[in-house]
């Protein structure tokens, strides 16, 4: 009794303290929130006027000066009549000029947001283009990928090495586009030249190697799928490249690697190609074909981290399993695989194939993904290793604001949308209790939302749907709360076990696994109302309740 009066003492805390956190971490972002905020990401109706349909970005990059100059080339197709457009550049990227019809066109700019007019007004329906000419010292990220920018780094040879990454910060942090993840270009070419003896990197497929006149070398990657803005990348370096051929469920698959020519070993080069092959086997197994196989797969060394940038996967592991060889579950099971080749691929699927329209649902990309790491263990080495490394990545939880952010304002929320997204997701793989059912629905998710932008209704009303249980009071508490449900069990003056949810979402209910000592668990359907718990000899004493796959508390009275 002693243990379930601490447990229900914690539990509660949690609870009323939750509610609390949450009010006034609500009024701070609201002080926080500002015009640039605003401009940068709401879909006002200067946003929305146009669809952008390509995108041919080609910079060159002076590392000596750390500056960088180039144009954009904006091909859209409007959505209706308009005059005036927004994109998007950091103020400290200065608009050279606008080149519309061979003209220059009027701009003006409000903190990172540019203003076009044009000379007539544009129809609806009309397909048409326009060139942005930039230049400047774009911002350098000082602890990339965690802040967004130009990560300057040199090799151990003292040669340059160089990468973007700007998720959450925004690709308007290096390069002119409309910068919202709700509109994906659907193709685009990216031509960036670098200094000769080094080599740029970039999404999709190398169509060209230009050799200029000013010691510069220019190549030109083509991407033929849709691409997200933060996930177009650059990567300057002293490379080398190997590659090799995936069979996989659509055929063929291009694997290319790229790592320093310090790095060019058998042992780091077969780390990579097993880690990529084995993640994306597990992958297609659970779901579905790997979404961009006509730009090929690839790997790019980085100083920073990792990202998931489509199609050229971002690597900093340092060739070793875990994450920089730690394993935060605490289980040992994230130790046997390479933590960051096997995430960021992840991302290929929810991320970058499946899209939330608003960062404020970016828990869709990475709950997935971190799920993704245990559905990688559990392909490889067993359902229970899985379940293990889930429950031993419960530790990283804070409960200190709800997964989804606040919309309109480009901001994420919480960062237990990893540790406690995927907690969430094995929940109800764990209520489904059929693991067919529940791959089909994995796979299912990325064929119906192939290529697209969702946001939480999208996903969550698909998983009901197709699981038959109705999770939205579920959804709701995991997804825009903090705090966990609380299950309370009593007995009633005739002997009767009784429970009930205590949540403070209105009509919370969720069905749980509970048991006796001798029977197995059975899926019992619980609301905020006291409900006999039908099951053979239970009492208090014998009850068992799934906690370890239910992240809930409990108060046995």
């Not at 998720?167 to 308007?172: E, K, R």
């Not at 690839?298 to 050229?312: D, N, R, Y």
């Amino acid at each position: 009794m002693k243990r379930q009066l601490i447990y229900l003492f914690t539990s509660c805390c949690l609870f009323t303290a939750g509610i609390k956190s949450a009010s006034a971490q609500l009024m701070k972002e609201k002080e926080e929130f500002s015009r640039a905020d605003s401009l940068r990401g709401h879909l006002t109706p200067l946003r929305t006027c146009y669809d952008i349909q390509y995108y041919h970005l080609d910079v060159k990059v002076d590392i000596d000066r750390k500056f960088i100059s180039g144009t954009n080339l904006f091909r859209f197709k409007a959505t209706q009549d308009f005059k005036q457009l927004q994109f998007d550049l950091f103020a400290n990227l200065k608009v050279s000029k606008v080149i519309y019809r061979g003209k220059e066109l009027p701009f003006t700019r409000e903190y990172n947001a540019v203003f076009i007019d044009f000379p007539e007004t544009i129809t609806k329906g009309k397909e048409d283009e326009f060139i942005v000419s930039y230049e400047g010292h774009p911002t350098e990220a000082a602890r990339a990928p965690w802040d967004g920018g130009f990560d300057w780094k040199k090799d151990s040879n003292g040669k340059p090495w160089i990468a973007t990454a700007c998720q959450g910060m925004g690709a308007s942090v290096w390069w002119p586009n409309k910068d919202h993840q709700y509109d994906e270009v659907d193709s685009m070419l990216i031509s960036i030249a670098v200094p000769n003896g080094l080599m740029n990197v970039s999404n999709g497929k190398l169509i060209q190697i230009e050799k200029m006149k000013d010691g510069f070398t220019k190549y030109h990657w083509k991407v033929v799928n849709p691409i997200n803005n933060y996930n177009v990348a650059l990567n300057i370096g002293d490379y080398i490249h190997f590659k090799e051929k995936y069979k996989g469920e659509k055929g063929p698959l291009d694997i290319d690697y790229y790592i320093l020519r310090e790095n060019n070993q058998p042992q780091k080069k077969q780390h990579l190609k097993t880690n990529a092959k084995q993640t994306l086997e597990a992958f297609e197994h659970w779901f579905g074909p790997y979404p961009f196989y006509e730009d090929g797969y690839k790997l790019v060394e980085t100083s920073h981290t990792g990202m998931e940038h489509q199609s050229a996967v971002a690597y900093g592991n340092q060739y070793q399993n875990g994450y920089r060889g730690r394993d935060a579950s605490g289980t040992g099971w994230g130790k046997k695989w390479d933590f960051i080749v096997v995430h960021e691929s992840g991302h290929e699927w929810f991320g970058n194939n499946i899209t939330s329209k608003d960062l404020a649902d970016m828990w869709i990309h990475e709950s997935f993904t971190n799920y993704s790491e245990a559905l990688f263990i559990d392909y490889f080495y067993g359902k229970e290793a899985s379940q293990a490394y889930v429950h031993g990545n419960r530790s990283g939880i804070q409960n200190d604001k709800p997964m989804q952010g606040p919309f309109h304002v480009n901001k994420e929320g919480s960062g237990d949308m990893y540790p406690k997204g995927g907690v969430m997701l094995n929940m109800i793989r764990t209520m489904i209790d059929d693991d067919e059912k529940w791959r089909s629905i994995l796979r299912g998710l990325n064929a119906k939302y192939f290529h697209q932008q969702v946001d939480y209704q999208d996903i969550a009303q698909y998983i009901i749907e197709k699981s038959g249980i109705d999770l939205a009071k579920f959804f709701e508490q995991y997804v825009q709360h903090i705090s966990i449900p609380i299950l309370e069990i009593r007995k009633d003056i005739s002997g009767k076990i009784l429970g009930r949810w205590i949540s403070e979402v209105k009509d919370f209910h969720m069905p749980i696994h509970i048991g006796t000592n001798e029977n197995p668990k059975q899926l019992v359907m619980l609301d905020q109302h006291f409900k006999e718990i039908k099951i053979p000899n239970l009492t208090k004493e014998n009850i068992t309740i799934d906690t370890f796959n239910y992240y809930i508390g409990v108060l046995i009275e």
